[in-house]
């Protein structure tokens, strides 16, 4: 399958998904923090083209804006309008299989599932929205029992927080090569 991972600068999930055979790029604006032969530094619209080129694409858009952490900041900005629109334009993208994660967030639909680490070998929270077009639902592969770290929610201020925040979890990563990866 040919896989676009947008808005990925880890590689974590485009990794996941060349292990078992699929022709995966990244894609995204920052260089990539690992194999620079299978990331696109470019805007995701330059990278999905007419879409002809994929048959899936997964996309982590920037949640800054549109994050309800961030509610009381960018509540009715034309920031969070921007990030909507651009959200909802990635969902709507030209390629057949396509699925958004971000926040549970109050300026988007409800999310088809919302899905958490611990649900996948980590024992952590982050309660995670996936928005799913032409995808069945992720499903739990390794459930944790609790207590469960809140890490994410407690990391201390840093220029590269952001960038820490963002990051997808090798187990989810994992399970979206393994369950997505598995259809034809």
Sequence with gaps: MNVLIGCEFSGTVRDAFRARGHDAWSCDLLPTETDP??????????????????DMLIAFPPCTYLCRSGDRWHA??????????????????????????????????????VIQPWEYGHRETKATGLWLR?????????????????????MPPSADR????????????????????ALS
Excluded: K
């Excluded at 952001?162 to 990866?181: H, K, V, Y």
């Design 37 to 54: 032969a299978c990331h696109l530094q470019t805007d995701v619209w330059d990278a999905i083209g007419d879409g002809s080129r994929w």
């Design 76 to 113: 009715g900005s034309i920031q969070r309008r921007d990030a909507a629109q651009f959200f909802l334009r990635l969902l709507d993208a030209p390629v057949p299989r396509v699925a958004l994660e971000n926040p549970r967030s109050l300026a988007l639909p409800r999310p088809t599932v």
């Design 134 to 154: 032409h995808l069945p639902p992720l499903m739990p592969t390794d459930v944790c029992a609790g207590p469960y770290e809140a890490r994410v929610h407690r």
């Design 162 to 181: 952001w960038r820490e925040r963002s990051r997808t979890l090798p187990g989810i990563a994992a399970a979206m090569a393994d369950q997505w990866g």
